[in-house]
């Protein structure tokens, strides 16, 4: 059987390659990154070469020319793969002498029909198997295609449970987790007897909160893994119970956020240690003068005045944001604040941090909100044979360009949601045009318009214009915050991203009454947390 060197410096695609090669005969030999599949490649002279276009320390358009530009290995074929292949790359790799491009996840029969055409094989037994999208932690077992097919499972979810969002102060946390995870729960249909394994969420709390959440559900020995990400806690929770699902770990869990908040506006808990903070701080600080005003408010009203400056940008197109999202909350009972504001009324509040006034900023608030995720095999035996499911779900942090060109915009996150925003797209095969309905993380106007362009709706410096269009409100190209949002229905830290989940698996169920986005298909999340991470997620409903 042919040999096949895999050039990936990623343990979790370098393990997946191998499986799936190994399973269909191939003989599989590993590199790391471009130098050393230079030197195996002359030492072994393999039958073909996949090679990673994102290899650390050489771009891997230049990786691929390395090896096609050899004398020794010109003659061996490469196929350039990647999950994060953006557009334009096809050509670029082709221009250097590249013999194939994978652009996006294939199914595995049809990955190993394109290393069998490229070998010049009959195809290759095929293996019943799912996508290839979803790496995670492999379970040891000598059936590599067994390890394949739970790593590419679907993950479904089952049921969603959400509380009203308060002002801070009126209820506990273990009163808000129960009550969401009980709707959750009845939602799905099953017992908390049926969960094996809980991820919850929150920001401002003792260690091991997230037991004494859970035990006002049951106490039945399953592991509680707490998490907290900044403001993208609950849907980091979520990615964990994802990932436990679509790697086959688990066959139900839980996903759980809450916060109980103190009033008034976000502070550091810690000043005897670094600020986790300390480089966005630093940078902010080089941009523009520090004030009296919320850290956070500094942040994302240098963003505006950014945007402002370079692509004129106007208050009343921010103030706009504000005014479609209460307009929204309006219709959600579960909403912290749901009266109508115009842009006037918007523009009249308080100046917070220019041009940002109080409307135009999120409120701390407390509440929980919580997801029941499952298998296919485990929705179905449960009598649920079309749940609304989770396409793809990715994480990215702050990367170089965040702090390099100085800009606020890209320093509060844009290029983070852009980057796991690509990945969540060519994992479900799916692009923005596609998407029907859009929950996202507007704690300030300005982070809604910055993150338009992040997700592909409009172009650089375009959001504005597709504010003022009412592209994204009812009527519109999409319905972008149905629930208000974080301005209107608030934003605790831990519960805001499961949150995000329940508004959207409602709105694919078509649950919503007033608020109900006509004929919604395709749902996208984006929460993000500064410090950095950010989680942007796709689902499909049942009658997608």
Excluded at 35 to 53: C, K, Q, V, Y
Excluded at 404 to 430: C, F, H, T
Excluded at 496 to 508: H, K, M, P, S, V
Aim: charged share 20%.
């Amino acid at each position: 059987m042919a040999r096949i060197l895999v050039v990936e410096d990623n343990p979790s695609n370098m393990t997946l390659a191998r499986l799936l090669l190994e399973s269909a005969g191939y003989t599989v030999l590993a590199a790391t990154d471009a130098e050393a599949g230079l030197t195996m490649a002359r030492a072994e002279r393999p039958d073909l070469i996949l090679m990673d276009i994102q290899l650390p320390g050489m771009d891997g358009l230049q990786a691929t020319a390395l090896l096609k530009g050899d004398d020794a290995t010109r003659a061996i074929p490469v196929i350039a793969l990647t999950a994060l292949a953006m557009k334009g790359h096809e050509e670029r790799i082709r221009a250097v002498g590249c013999d194939g491009y994978i652009a996006k996840p294939l199914h595995c029969k049809d990955f190993l029909a394109t290393i069998a055409a490229q070998l010049g094989r009959p195809e290759a037994e095929k293996v019943p198997l799912n996508r290839v999208d979803a790496p995670g932690p492999v379970r040891k077992t000598t059936r590599a295609e067994d390890i394949m097919i739970k790593l590419a499972r679907k993950v479904c979810v089952l049921g969603v449970g959400m509380t009203k969002f308060y002002k801070p102060g009126q209820k506990d946390y273990p009163e808000l987790a129960k009550e969401a995870g009980e709707q959750a729960l009845s939602d799905a249909g099953i017992d908390y007897a049926k969960i094996e394994q809980a991820f919850v969420g929150y920001v401002y709390g003792e260690s091991t909160s997230g037991q004494r959440a859970v035990y006002q559900l049951g106490t039945t020995g399953i592991p509680v893994f707490n998490v907290n990400n900044n403001c993208s806690t609950g849907s980091t929770a979520l990615m964990l119970g994802a990932q436990a699902i679509g790697a086959g770990v688990s066959e139900c869990v839980l996903a759980l956020g809450f916060e109980k908040m103190e009033k008034g506006s976000l502070g550091a808990k810690y000043t005897d240690r670094t600020l986790p903070l300390d480089k966005h701080f630093l940078l902010m600080m080089e941009l523009q003068p520090f004030t009296p005003a919320p850290p956070a408010a500094q942040m994302f009203g240098g963003a505006a005045r950014e945007h402002m400056e370079k692509y004129g940008t106007t208050r009343e197109q921010l103030a706009k944001v504000a005014s479609k999202n209460r307009g929204h909350a309006v219709h959600n009972e579960r909403a912290q604040f749901r009266e109508a504001c115009t842009v006037e009324q918007i523009l009249a509040t308080p100046t917070i941090h220019d041009p940002l006034t109080k409307f135009q900023c999120c409120p701390t608030t407390d509440g929980a909100a919580a997801a029941v995720l499952c298998s296919e095999e485990f929705a179905r035996s449960v009598g649920v044979a079309n749940p609304v499911t989770l396409e793809a779900i990715a994480l990215a942090s702050d990367p170089a360009t965040s702090f390099e060109p100085r800009s606020m915009i890209k320093m509060v996150g844009q290029d983070m949601a852009r980057l796991a925003a690509q990945q969540v797209y060519e994992r479900a095969g799916v692009g923005p045009e596609e998407v029907d309905v859009i929950e996202l993380h507007d704690c300030f106007t300005s982070n809604e318009l910055i993150t338009y362009e992040a997700l592909g709706l409009c172009g650089e410096g375009e959001s504005g214009k597709l504010i003022s269009d009412d592209a994204t409100t009812y009527g519109g190209k999409w319905v972008v915050n149905p629930s208000g949002g974080l301005l209107s229905k608030g934003h605790p830290l831990g519960a805001t991203g499961l949150a995000q989940t329940f508004e959207l698996t409602e709105q694919l169920r078509g649950r919503c009454g007033a608020r109900q986005v006509e004929k919604a298909r395709v749902a996208l999340q984006h929460n993000i947390g500064l410090g950095g991470a950010c989680v942007v997620a796709l689902y499909k409903g049942p009658q997608a």
